[in-house]
């Protein structure tokens, strides 16, 4: 039926993504992991919401492109790793030891640009590659910065 969608859509809501919405990540991703812990009857330690609130500058600086679901799917699945006996420390090292998305989204913050194309080539001995991905850009922008 065509006006299917119009009887369906009675409020439509926008909301910015989460990754423009860092001040909510944090209290979220707490949220979920209470929830997630209960769920497997372990509680939620000062300690854990400690080592959260350590962890916040890994997860503000993750991009999020799953939304919230995806905060949701990764809180779950740390706290099967925290509902053990005895409990890890939870630190942003081992935050991204167990949800390696995150680790390669720090990985991927571009080099400060204190190193010139020819410093970065010299740090890393003459390896191209290695050093325009230090430097966060392509071979050939490293090419043309090197040529200039």
Same mark, same amino acid.
């Given at each position: 039926?065509?006006?299917?969608? !119009?009887?369906?859509?009675?409020?439509?809501?926008?909301?910015?993504?989460?990754?423009?919405?860092?001040?909510?990540?944090?209290?979220?991703?707490?949220?979920?992991?209470?929830?997630?812990?209960?769920?497997?009857?372990?509680?939620?330690?000062?300690?854990?919401?400690?080592?959260?609130?350590?962890?916040?500058?890994?997860?503000?600086? !993750?991009?999020?492109?799953?939304?919230?679901?995806?905060?949701?799917?990764?809180?779950?699945?740390?706290?099967?790793?925290?509902?053990?006996?005895?409990?890890?420390?939870?630190?942003?090292?081992?935050?991204?030891?167990?949800?390696?998305?995150?680790?390669?989204?720090?990985?991927?913050?571009?080099?400060?640009?204190?190193?010139?194309?020819?410093?970065?080539?010299?740090?890393?001995?003459?390896?191209?590659?290695?050093?325009?991905? !230090?430097?966060?850009?392509?071979?050939?922008?490293?090419?043309?910065?090197?040529?200039?």
């Amino acid at each position: 039926r065509r006006d299917l969608f !119009y009887r369906l859509s009675i409020l439509r809501l926008q909301l910015p993504p989460l990754r423009e919405r860092v001040t909510d990540i944090l209290p979220l991703a707490e949220s979920f992991l209470k929830v997630s812990l209960a769920a497997l009857s372990a509680p939620f330690s000062a300690a854990l919401r400690q080592g959260l609130q350590a962890s916040e500058t890994v997860l503000v600086h !993750y991009d999020w492109p799953g939304n919230i679901r995806e905060l949701r799917n990764m809180m779950e699945r740390l706290a099967l790793f925290l509902s053990v006996e005895p409990t890890p420390d939870l630190t942003p090292q081992f935050l991204q030891l167990l949800l390696p998305e995150l680790a390669r989204e720090s990985a991927k913050t571009p080099a400060p640009r204190l190193l010139t194309p020819q410093q970065a080539l010299e740090k890393f001995k003459g390896d191209k590659t290695a050093a325009a991905n !230090y430097l966060g850009i392509s071979r050939t922008t490293f090419w043309r910065r090197l040529k200039n």
